[in-house]
């Protein structure tokens, strides 16, 4: 199976503040790699697919890049209403994998 | 717009059974790959299962194959999670997905989701 890590598991930052997360992966898994955003107590959200093509309907701050097993989601400008847990989750292969989650906090 | 509602969810005992349902509206449910997440309480997302478009192609992780079956009625718009021999380490909020689509990759990224139901499995 392929393993989902992120780094850093958590984050301190401020409204405003340019948040860049990571996620690894333990194999190859080309570009297809998704992002989701889960604010406490709701249902998870797509924010990215296929590394970096945004949602519809997500805000342009979103953005993500990387390929292989290395990847990033970066949040230029960091809002009130991003404040939540963000996962990534490879579709290269089955079982599908989800990182263990990146906390985004004040 | 997309609803996804998820039900069925309950307290059942260990090696017990239950089925989840999810009625689907809003698009086009035959034209979509369709999967279940859980989440167990405090953790992260764990993908259960995906189900292909027509229903035949079924996929499920690890620690729930053999013991849970996805399946769709396309002409109900609904998806189900019948879940068999339950142990305590599947008490966990159960999501509804939609996929982006109906083929590899867009079939394996998780475009809409219900709010979910909670199953509970303790004596």
């Known amino acids: 199976d392929i393993q989902m890590t992120h780094s850093p598991s958590s984050v301190s930052a401020s409204v405003g503040d340019r948040v860049t997360i990571t996620c690894r992966a333990s194999?190859?898994?080309?570009?297809?790699l998704a992002w989701y955003q889960q604010n406490l107590g709701k249902a998870p959200k797509l924010l990215i697919y296929?590394?970096?093509s945004l949602q519809s309907g997500v805000p342009s701050r979103f953005s993500g890049s990387g390929s292989g097993t290395d990847f990033t989601l970066t949040i230029s400008s960091l809002q009130p209403e991003d404040f939540a847990t963000y996962y990534c989750?490879?579709?290269?292969?089955?079982?599908?994998?989800f990182g263990g989650g990146t906390k985004v906090e004040i | 717009e997309v609803q996804l509602l998820e039900s069925g969810g309950g307290l059942v005992q260990p090696g017990g059974s239950l089925r989840l349902s999810c009625a689907a509206s809003?698009?086009?449910?035959?034209?979509?790959?369709m999967g279940w997440v859980r989440q167990a309480p405090g953790k992260g997302l764990e993908w259960v299962s995906l189900?292909?478009?027509?229903?035949?192609?079924?996929f499920y992780g690890d620690s729930v194959k053999g013991r849970f079956t996805i399946s769709r009625d396309n002409s109900k718009n609904t998806l189900y999670l019948q879940m068999n021999g339950l142990r305590g380490e599947d008490t966990a909020i159960y999501y509804c997905?939609?996929?982006?689509?109906?083929?590899?990759?867009?079939?394996?990224?998780?475009?809409?989701w219900g709010q979910g139901t909670l199953v509970t499995v303790s004596s």
């Open positions: 296929a590394t970096s």
């Open positions: 194999q190859d898994i080309s570009s297809y």
């Open positions: 809003g698009f086009t449910f035959s034209s979509y790959a």
């Open positions: 189900v292909g478009t027509s229903g035949s192609d079924t």
């Open positions: 997905a939609k996929s982006h689509g109906a083929n590899f990759p867009g079939s394996r990224y998780f475009q809409q």
């Open positions: 989750q490879q579709a290269n292969s089955f079982p599908l994998t």
